[in-house]
């Protein structure tokens, strides 16, 4: 819970003026977030009030993956850092969660009415039903072999029903599976543009100057593989201009390419707004050059996708490609990653699983409790709302 710098508040003084944030995938923000989101808006608006005065507004569904290392939002903070938020944010409870009510809207779900019993199943992870959910989940999906759940033979799939007129995703249990899968796949792609097929351009890095605030090259190759309507995401935070406001692009913000120019491309994120990037500065062992900080997205983890949607997913449960140490979620406790993952397909017929073995759903028992607490415990006196 650091000071902003000037630089910081310079950059969100237009906050000052602003009555009502918004939060969306509030499962998502854990209570250290929170404590932090609650401390620099008494920081810009230069008022000592909980969040700055402002009234908040909080989206999301607590069945959905939790906080990535963090506490729960509902949580207590650890000692050391109630000690930092007392010091910084004296006027603010403990537990800022505890001024939210919960405003629970009538579920208007477009999907059929068995399909939707049974991501209430997953929802809310009845165990009772597991052998009713697994066997529709085997009826109903995609289901690939287990002796397949290997890297070439999920992207010889992608590449044999590969539609750029629908949305496809690999969603994975962790980053390395889903870098793996785009690495993969671009460099099929690599191959096939030598050989002059397809409509796929290549950017590569172009030699830039030394310079100390290089960002960090994160991907494993420096080249960038993209084409009209591929999907790619943002790696690093963008700053554009929007009328006479500055705006940033969160990195991890998943977009379709519209238009490629030498100098720029053109990406619609799902908000619709559509941002020309260019290159940024970055450094890779000792050297530096320029790129697009973008990179070619078709698998996402399971967190990063939360908030999107596809007519076409497969889920790659599998932790490693190593067929002896393969673990799946049958030996883990992964609060609402299977709900989560299949809610961002349109349809379960075009859901894919992988591997099927040792399929499992889990629902924190904290959730239900908390939810029960707020519905106890709703208030009209508070200006802060939940979803």
Excluded at 5 to 21: G, P
Excluded at 176 to 203: H, M, P, Q, R, Y
Excluded at 356 to 361: A, H, K, T, V
Aim: hydrophobic letters at 35%; aromatic letters at 10%; one cysteine or more.
């Amino acid at each position: 819970m650091a000071n902003a710098t000037d630089q910081i508040l310079t950059n969100l003084s237009w906050m000052k003026k602003a009555k009502i944030l918004l939060i969306d995938n509030i499962n998502s923000v854990g209570a250290v977030d929170f404590a932090r989101i609650d401390h620099r808006l008494q920081q810009v608006t230069g008022r000592e009030k909980r969040f700055g005065g402002l009234s908040v507004i909080a989206f999301g569904d607590f069945h959905q993956v939790p906080p990535v290392k963090d506490l729960w939002i509902f949580e207590d903070l650890k000692p050391e850092y109630q000690e930092k938020a007392k010091e910084k944010t004296p006027e603010s409870p403990e537990k800022l969660w505890t001024l939210f009510k919960i405003v629970e809207l009538e579920s208007q779900n477009w999907r059929d009415i068995k399909e939707q019993k049974f991501f209430n199943f997953m929802r809310d992870g009845f165990k009772e039903k597991e052998e009713e959910l697994r066997k529709y989940l085997n009826d109903w999906c995609v289901v690939f072999p287990d002796q397949q759940e290997t890297l070439d033979a999920l992207v010889t799939y992608f590449q044999n029903i590969h539609d750029r007129d629908h949305d496809f995703a690999f969603l994975c249990v962790n980053d390395k599976i889903a870098s793996d899968i785009n690495d993969k796949i671009a460099s099929n792609i690599n191959a096939a543009i030598v050989e002059s097929l397809g409509n796929w351009t290549v950017f590569r890095p172009e030699d830039s100057n030394k310079d100390r605030y290089a960002k960090k090259w994160k991907p494993n190759s420096k080249d960038l593989i993209v084409a009209t309507g591929s999907p790619v995401v943002l790696l690093d935070n963008c700053q554009i201009t929007a009328g006479a406001l500055q705006q940033e692009i969160t990195a991890g913000a998943i977009g379709r390419v519209e238009k490629i120019t030498d100098h720029d491309i053109s990406v619609r994120f799902p908000n619709g707004q559509q941002v020309q990037i260019k290159r940024l500065k970055y450094k890779s062992g000792g050297t530096w050059f320029q790129q697009f900080p973008l990179r070619l997205a078709y698998a996402h983890t399971v967190e990063k996708a939360q908030g999107a949607t596809f007519d076409k997913i497969i889920l790659v449960r599998n932790d490693t490609w190593n067929p002896k140490e393969i673990r799946c979620w049958g030996s883990h406790n992964f609060h609402g990653k299977l709900y989560t993952a299949m809610s961002r397909c349109r349809n379960l017929k075009n859901c894919g699983i992988i591997p099927m073995r040792g399929l499992q759903w889990v629902c924190e028992q904290k959730v239900p409790e908390e939810l029960e607490r707020m519905r106890r415990d709703n208030s009209l006196e508070s200006n802060f709302i939940a979803f």
